[in-house]
């Protein structure tokens, strides 16, 4: 079965630069969710989005934009990097927004900054 | 505000033996409530859920979870842990927010260990 796609798996950056992740949900999934996860740390929410539209926001900080095309692949874009921005990051996608969908996560990808 | 929570970072069984790993929530109406599994360097599997209906739901991988509305506990649970369970285990709770839409919160996470 189709999983959700993200890319990179890992990506090293330096501080101040911009990176981009990329995520392709499940075939059929229309609500795409971004998740960081530090060291150590439980995942934390950082945006949501529904049928192309961002439907809810958590903690993600300015430097951070992503946006839901029109496959409904979805790209979080990062920067002025910080070394605190190293962590895993994670997509999942689910059928609709509401209701009790379960959440289908990725692999996630790495970011590290030095 | 909604939350979970599980109040303990590790949790240590010996093989075969029952294992049980802790989560209570705070929730605004009916809560939706989810298990996930995290291996090392991978993502979140999805265990299990509840919505409604009977208090025991059944998972993935022989796992089993009580929904407790009185003490609001979602303990997660197996009546024989094997080595291959050992990981990092996540209550989470879906949120609905002003404008409708859901996401869903995690806990902080229980390392669990069995030894052989």
């Known amino acids: 079965a189709a999983g959700v796609i993200q890319s990179p798996r890992h990506l090293i950056k330096e501080k101040r630069e911009t990176a981009t992740l990329k995520c392709y949900p499940i075939?059929?999934?229309?609500?795409v969710y971004w998740y960081q996860q530090g060291p150590g740390q439980d995942p934390q929410f950082l945006i949501s989005?529904?049928?192309?539209?961002?439907?809810d926001k958590g903690s993600i900080p300015d430097r951070f934009s992503a946006q839901q095309f029109s496959d409904y692949h979805s790209e979080l874009n990062m920067s002025s990097l910080e070394l605190g921005d190293s962590a895993l990051y994670f997509c999942?996608?689910?059928?609709?927004?509401?209701?009790?969908?379960?959440?289908?996560f990725g692999a996630g990808s790495r970011l590290t900054v030095l | 505000a909604q939350s979970v929570a599980q109040p303990e970072d590790q949790v240590n069984v010996a093989e075969g033996n029952p294992l049980t790993v802790k989560c209570t929530y705070s929730?605004?109406?009916?809560?939706?409530l989810f298990w996930y599994v995290q291996y090392p360097n991978r993502g979140l599997q999805f265990l299990l859920k509840?919505?409604?209906?009977?208090?025991l739901v059944k998972g993935s991988y022989g796992f089993e979870a009580e929904f407790n509305k009185s003490q609001t506990s979602f303990h997660l649970k197996k009546p024989s842990a094997l080595v291959s369970d050992s990981a990092l285990y996540f209550c989470?709770?879906?949120?609905?927010?002003?404008?409708?839409?859901?996401?869903?919160?995690f806990g902080s996470g229980t390392r669990l260990s069995i030894r052989p």
């Open positions: 929730v605004s109406g009916n809560p939706y």
């Open positions: 989470a709770v879906r949120v609905i927010s002003y404008s409708s839409a859901s996401k869903i919160i």
């Open positions: 075939p059929r999934h229309d609500t």
């Open positions: 999942a996608s689910s059928p609709t927004v509401s209701g009790a969908n379960v959440l289908t």
């Open positions: 509840y919505i409604t209906g009977d208090n």
């Open positions: 989005f529904y049928e192309k539209m961002q439907s």
